[in-house]
């Protein structure tokens, strides 16, 4: 197998390419009469091929491929042609072969990849990247492996996949390849082209941006015919790869459509690669062109070599008017693609994983990001299918303006990442504010917000995010605390240090941008699966260490830590490791581990759970166990079992708990089927079903051998709340002790909750309270180790943020002590501030006693602010811009003490605008018969400069200007002599109050 993820083949002098693509040679209607694959190089120099293959597979191949060794070397700015099989038709013979095949290529596609090895490969379904593949390309729309994505369209007996005109390599089958005539070249001299014909000229048709768009999904014109249009210019992208800019009819915009409401005013105007002028944005443009389609977006083709143009005119436009957006369902998005929009609702972020490669982030309408649908709906309901049409109907993502693939070359990669460059962190379940005028556009499949330029690491982005990291766990309660950590491949025996050691051995890794490993792709045989080497293994550990003395609970069950004994060491050597780097940074002694029992299974996986522990607090009650059941565990890791109680304390205080690792839901490997197939739950879901099945009879089992009535279930179930797994617990008595808004994973762009910790009766009798850390599935994947110098800006902190990949999950429990007094949360019920100044929540806790403990405000998923109790009374402040203006019904949430309970209240925190003052100034006096400049600065309480549209009287006449970053003007026009008085109104926008203010102005 080889990995999924970035390609890394680039088209910018890095490396060789595959050009074209052929596989119809021979067919009815063919013109050459062999299939063939050519390559490309675009580099300066001679690349040598030996020792290099193309292989190949059918579409529906999922096993190694057909090789064809190659032999010689490809020219520098040269090709190199590879003749495959013939068939009986076709009229025309290949150019003279660089390196001939016996392989029969399929004409509607296939799978065919440039290898540096002769050695037969199988690489995985999905996105391919890595040595030894070179580069990879998905021939048809349905391939299962792929560079990017798949082509949108298959070659046919008569067309062949070949570079599209621009030349770039994208890491993106999808974008880089277009179906056409094939054009067979080997590594002689390129053919003398045949002179063109010079076109006859031909008399574009005037018509608006609208009737170019269409009330439909694509243009209803003849896309072969010349148009003509004009607009003002909103947006521009000569870099990035855009190729263009966007026109928008003059004088539109402003307020929302009618809810189905016609066809759009802008459109994307394309230029294509070559060095042409651009327009500035504000421009007022003539375009001509083509109207076509490119993957769903709606452009003018206005590229030179299909007779377009574009031209500046010096005659005065009426400015375009950000449109106000409430997002519209999918179905009603097309009429506003390409115009220039201000979003009015609130945003949370719900996907930050393109944010590491292409400057991308998913965000969902609302204060919830998109929710994995089994997570709160059982497979196969209404209710599963209305959670779908919620995520639908809420999802959009904003980019950065660019197609750039910042994982892919070298070049890529030295360019520092948009929005988080600067410090800034872009999570998961934090609010999103977009704060400037973007462009609603389609692609790649998606709807997004662009920004009206390319957004760089040093540029002004046009939305700002919520910073919700905390450095320690919620309040719990509780005199123990027990929590669960899956803590991503903690192997201290490393892929070079185990490949070295032994014959048959060998690792593939990935690389960062200087091309050092840092972390292992695979190590075969049943090698480990972690850092690369020592100084990423002490990257990976000091962010795990942080984590867990964070995290500071009594127990902690941990999940993906290495089975020693596979790599003939003592079992438990990693985990004696990662114990002592804790016990270095939090003391001597603090943390110890349960040792593995006696008797381990036969036959075990690398990986393994297990337990550590406060011996200061908790103590072990006799040996852990291994569940050692293998008619079912034999793809999983069995559950760990060990009682526990305080410190000194009775037996009849001990509770059991079994830590667990199910069955992932990948599909790699043997495929699955019957109820292991892959569906709604993921695959292996059957297999799962059977585990939790065998657990259940384990744990009464182990809970009567331990003489304990609760037992906790910790760990990774890789099961979402509502699906089979859990629910076989739930039958049996357990009780997921879940923590409300916040989930352990995140996938595809949508959160839900892989790692649980449920209860039995008795155990959930003991729990105080709960709460899952968010400090990794929330965060991007660019702070894990395995990402240290990927990009220009390293990202990499011996921090907590980004340990793993799942959250930890903690958990209160009262053991053997008095049960508090209970509690009251007193507010004012209603506060009020404007947005920009602190709001201050007085909080009174009314019990027994004097309390003391912590109180934290909770919103969307976070704690927007916390203060100490003091002799049962607090003051919490919330930082000034944390909440934009609307009212909030917010958590108030009272940790509790060792004499008191927690307790719940609420207040309700009415945010208003900004408040706004106008600050004028104008040409004093202005010369008669000359014109002038009024200047309009908008100050406000925010802290933001403000936006949004100016209205101006002056001589009689009406003026409206749009303002950005607070600033305003104006041109007066020539007046008489005297004094006069110009009236200024701001609108206001989403955050900042109206304003009114008038300026005189004398003219002599």
Not at 468 to 485: H, K, S
Not at 876 to 902: F, W
Request: with cysteine; glycine share 10%; aromatic share 8%.
């Amino acid at each position: 197998m080889l990995p999924a993820g970035s390609a890394a083949a680039a088209l910018d002098g890095s490396g060789v390419v595959i050009s074209e693509f052929y596989g119809g040679g021979g067919n009815g209607g063919a013109e050459y009469t062999h299939d063939f694959v050519e390559l490309y190089n675009p580099t300066d120099a001679a690349v040598s091929l030996d020792g290099w293959s193309v292989q190949y597979r059918n579409n529906a191949g999922t096993s190694a491929a057909q090789v064809t060794p190659l032999t010689g070397s490809i020219p520098a700015g040269g090709h190199y042609l590879v003749q495959w099989a013939k068939g009986t038709g076709g009229t025309k013979a290949l150019p003279t072969p660089d390196a001939t095949g016996t392989v029969s290529a399929s004409a509607t596609g296939g799978q065919v990849w440039l290898a540096s090895t002769t050695t037969a490969l199988n690489p995985p379904v999905g996105n391919v990247t890595g040595a030894p593949i070179v580069d990879f390309l998905g021939a048809s729309p349905t391939s299962p492996s792929y560079e990017g994505a798949p082509v949108t369209a298959p070659p046919a007996n008569p067309t062949s996949l070949q570079r599209a005109a621009d030349g770039k390599d994208r890491d993106d089958n999808s974008l880089d390849f277009v179906v056409a005539a094939p054009t067979p070249q080997n590594s002689g001299p390129a053919p003398e082209p045949e002179p063109e014909p010079e076109p006859e000229p031909v008399d574009p048709v005037d018509v608006t941006i609208a009737e170019i768009q269409g009330t439909g999904a694509e243009t209803p014109l003849d896309r072969t015919a010349l148009v003509r249009t004009r607009g003002v210019v909103t947006a521009s992208y000569p870099t990035g790869g855009f190729d263009g800019f966007y026109l928008q009819t003059a004088g539109t915009g402003g307020d929302p459509k009618p809810a189905e409401g016609g066809a759009s005013d802008a459109v994307f105007v394309w230029l294509g690669s070559s060095s042409v002028s651009y327009p500035e944005i504000g421009d007022h443009v003539e375009v001509v062109g083509l109207p076509t389609e490119s993957n769903g977006l709606t452009r003018v083709d206005a590229r030179a070599a299909s007779q377009g143009s574009t031209a500046v005119l010096t005659e005065p436009a009426e400015a375009v008017k950000p449109r106000e957006l409430v997002l519209p369902a999918p179905e009603l998005r097309e009429q506003y693609e390409g115009e220039l929009v201000l979003p009015t609702e609130a945003y949370t972020v719900s996907n930050n994983f393109n944010l590491n490669n292409f400057g991308e982030i998913g965000l969902a309408v609302g204060d919830t990001p998109l929710i994995t649908p089994t997570e709160v709906a059982r497979p196969g309901t209404p209710e599963l299918d209305d959670v779908k049409a919620d995520n639908a109907a809420r999802a959009i993502a904003i980019d950065d303006g660019s197609s750039t693939n910042f994982l892919g070359s070298a070049t890529n990669k030295a360019i520092p990442l948009p929005w988080v460059s600067g410090g800034d962190v872009v999570r998961v379940n934090a609010t999103a504010t977009i704060t400037d005028p973007v462009v609603i556009d389609w692609r790649n499949n998606t709807w997004k917000y662009q920004p009206t330029e390319q957004l760089t690491a040093e540029g002004d982005a046009p939305a700002t995010f919520e910073d919700t990291r905390t450095a320690a766990p919620e309040e719990v309660g509780g005199d123990l605390q027990l929590a669960t950590f899956n803590v991503l491949n903690y192997f201290t025996t490393t892929g070079e240090e185990w490949a070295v050691a032994g014959s048959g051995r060998s690792c593939t890794y990935y690389t960062d941008r200087e091309g050092a490993n840092v972390t292992n792709d695979r190590c075969d045989p049943n090698g480990p699966r972690g850092a690369a080497n020592q100084a990423n293994l002490e990257r990976q550990e000091a962010k795990i260490v942080a984590a867990i003395n964070a995290i500071d609970a009594d127990v902690i069950s941990l999940e993906e830590i290495e089975n020693s004994a596979a790599f003939g060491l003592d079992r438990d050597e990693a985990l004696a490791t990662l114990v002592a780097a804790l016990n270095e940074q939090a003391g001597a002694d603090h943390w110890a581990y349960v040792p593995s029992p006696a008797a381990v299974p036969a036959d075990e996986d690398v990986i393994r759970t297990a337990f550590i522990y406060q011996p200061a607090s908790v103590e072990t009650v006799g040996d852990s166990v291994i569940h050692d059941d293998e008619a079912v565990f034999f793809n999983a890791r069995e559950p760990l079992a060990q009682a526990f109680k305080p410190a000194g304390g009775a037996d009849d205080d001990a509770f059991a708990v079994i830590v667990n690792h199910f069955k992932s839901k990948s599909t790699s490997g043997a495929p699955s089927s019957g109820d292991n197939a892959n569906g709604e739950q993921g695959a292996w879901n059957g297999d799962r079903v059977r585990q939790a099945e065998s657990l259940a009879d384990f744990t009464a089992e182990f809970a009567a051998e331990a003489g304990t009535e609760a037992v906790f279930l910790t760990g990774d179930f890789n099961s979402y709340t509502q699906e089979d797994p859990l629910q076989v617990l739930y039958g049996e008595g357990f009780t997921d002790i879940a923590s409300e808004g916040e989930w352990s994973y995140s996938f595809s762009g949508m959160s839900g909750s892989l790692d649980h910790v449920l209860a039995n009766e008795a155990a959930t009798a003991m729990v105080t309270g709960s709460d899952i850390w968010e400090i990794n599935a929330v965060e991007s994947v660019a702070y894990e180790y395995s990402r240290s110098n990927y990009n220009a800006t390293d990202f990499y902190a011996p921090d907590a943020y980004r340990s793993s990949d799942h959250e930890p999950h903690v958990v209160g429990i009262a053991v053997g002590e008095a049960e508090p007094a209970p509690a009251t949360v007193v507010t004012p019920g209603t506060v009020q501030n404007a947005y920009g100044d602190v709001v201050r929540v007085p909080v009174q806790i009314e019990t027994e006693g004097a309390a003391g403990g912590r109180v934290d405000l909770h919103w969307n998923g976070g704690i927007i602010g916390s203060a100490d109790v003091v002799d049962g009374k607090a003051v919490v402040e919330v930082p000034r811009r944390v909440l934009t203006p609307k009212s909030y019904r917010v958590l108030v949430r009272y940790s509790g003490d060792a004499t008191t309970q927690a307790a719940d209240g609420g207040v309700t925190i009415q945010v208003g605008k900004a408040r706004t003052n106008l600050l004028l100034s104008a040409t004093q006096p202005l010369p008669a018969g000359r014109s002038g400049t009024l200047t309009i600065r908008i100050g406000n309480s925010s802290g933001f400069p403000a936006t949004g549209w100016v209205n101006v009287v002056y001589g009689g006449k009406a003026f409206r200007v749009f303002a950005t970053r607070g600033l305003a003007t104006i041109t007066l026009q020539p007046g008489r002599v005297g004094t006069h008085r110009a009236s200024v109104y701001y609108e206001g926008s989403a955050t900042v109050s109206p304003a009114f203010g008038t300026l005189s102005i004398r003219v002599g």
